[in-house]
């Protein structure tokens, strides 16, 4: 199931976000679904970041 998100961005990324979509004929909603996968993927494969992932995870395990 999707989760609905607000988003606020400057409007000059707003708009090359905008622009980006139409030339690539899809919506916005889909480019930043995108971008938003990307960068995840990202990080799963980032070193650094999955040590620091691990240690907030032990850290904060009670509230997890």
């Known amino acids: ?3 609905a998100m607000t ?4 409007e000059e990324l707003a708009r090359e ?3 980006i979509a139409r030339v690539e004929g899809i ?3 889909k480019a930043v ?3 938003v996968a990307q960068y995840v993927q ?3 494969t980032d070193r650094a970041f999955q040590k620091r992932l ?3 995870m032990n850290e904060n ?3 997890l």
């Not at 988003?7 to 400057?10: A, D, S």
């Open 1 to 3: 199931m999707a989760k």
């Open 7 to 10: 988003l606020r961005l400057e």
């Open 17 to 19: 976000l905008e622009a």
């Open 27 to 29: 919506s916005v909603s």
């Open 33 to 35: 679904r995108q971008a």
């Open 42 to 44: 990202a990080k799963r």
């Open 54 to 56: 691990g240690r907030f």
């Open 61 to 63: 395990k009670a509230i």
